[in-house]
């Protein structure tokens, strides 16, 4: 992986998946003594200003993990030129980017999920991150699972 220093998550709305996976990054980059910039961001402006979901919050915290001083914004036009790396929770949101991004910086944006090993957790078979937004609750359990053990091959492949 070509030398990364700054990752921006995305989601729709910037309050559940994309802050949650900010929140797993930041901790599992200072744990790994990796310095990164970290933000997340959504593809619309729906929600923008306000706080993550509190569900994500209610499960993110069970596992030690900080949402303090987040709140949504939609991603900007700058944001393709200063972020190393985009990482998008589904092809919905991948396309929505691709369709704004500048074609210089087009190889920036990937899947959260896209740089899994196959045979690791998550599997090849589970490409994107699910939304939990409309869900019971238990989906913000499973959105925890897939990033926490999609920001450790990140860190991993980052210091390689």
């Known amino acids: 992986m070509k030398q990364v220093s700054s990752v ?19 901790m599992k980059a200072k ?23 509190p569900r994500s919050v209610a499960a993110g915290e069970r596992r030690g993990f900080s949402f303090k001083g987040m709140k949504a914004r939609q991603v900007i036009d700058e944001d ?11 092809v919905q949101n991948i396309r929505e980017l691709q369709s704004r991004c500048p ?8 899947l959260m999920l896209s740089h899994c090993e196959e045979g690791e957790e998550p599997s090849a078979q589970v490409l994107e991150v699910p939304d939990p937004y409309y869900g019971k ?13 999609s920001c450790e091959q990140l860190i991993r492949q980052i210091k390689c």
Do not use: W
């Open 8 to 26: 921006l998550f995305v989601c729709m709305g910037n309050i559940c998946r994309s802050p949650t996976a900010e929140a797993v990054l930041r």
């Open 31 to 53: 744990q790994s003594g990796l310095e990164l910039e970290i933000d997340s961001a959504g593809t619309l402006a729906y929600h923008q200003g306000e706080s993550p979901d």
């Open 80 to 90: 393709f030129a200063h972020f190393d790396l985009i990482l998008a929770a589904d």
């Open 103 to 110: 074609e210089q910086y087009l190889d920036k944006i990937k």
């Open 137 to 149: 609750g238990d989906g913000f359990e499973r959105v925890l699972d897939l990033l926490e053990s």
